[in-house]
């Protein structure tokens, strides 16, 4: 079992950053590939990044790739996602989630656990 908390999310100025935090319970953390997705009013829920047990391998969505970084530390059970240069599109409650396995997936199906989600808002 997994308990996920995020944080980190607010109202930003277009071209500003936000670090997103994740921080987990459950003694499986480290040894479960982890994502963050996001979703807009009146869309469906979509990738954002993932990464693998061992922070080794990650993996975005071409929206984000050289704008956001995921990362992980696993001595203190936390998952992280730095935005950077964000976008009035980029606006969306986000989400952290949770396999219960070590490889990276793109699916909201793959992951069993999730967070409630912390809103981004970035404005023009």
């Known amino acids: 079992q997994v308990q996920l908390v995020e944080s980190g999310g607010g109202l930003v100025q277009a071209g500003g950053s936000l670090r997103l935090s994740c921080a987990a319970s459950?003694?499986?953390?480290?040894?479960?590939?982890m994502g963050w997705f996001r979703q807009a009013p009146g869309k469906e829920r979509e990738f954002v990044a993932t990464i693998s047990r061992s922070g080794s391998v990650t993996d975005y969505t071409d929206s984000v790739k050289g704008r956001f970084t995921i990362s992980r530390n696993n001595a203190e059970n936390t998952v992280y996602l730095q935005m950077n240069s964000l976008k009035p599109e980029d606006t969306a409650l986000y989400y952290c989630a949770a396999r219960d396995s070590s490889g990276v997936r793109t699916i909201p199906g793959a992951y069993i656990y999730w967070g409630q989600g912390t809103q981004v808002t970035v404005s023009s």
């Open positions: 459950g003694r499986t953390f480290s040894s479960s590939a």
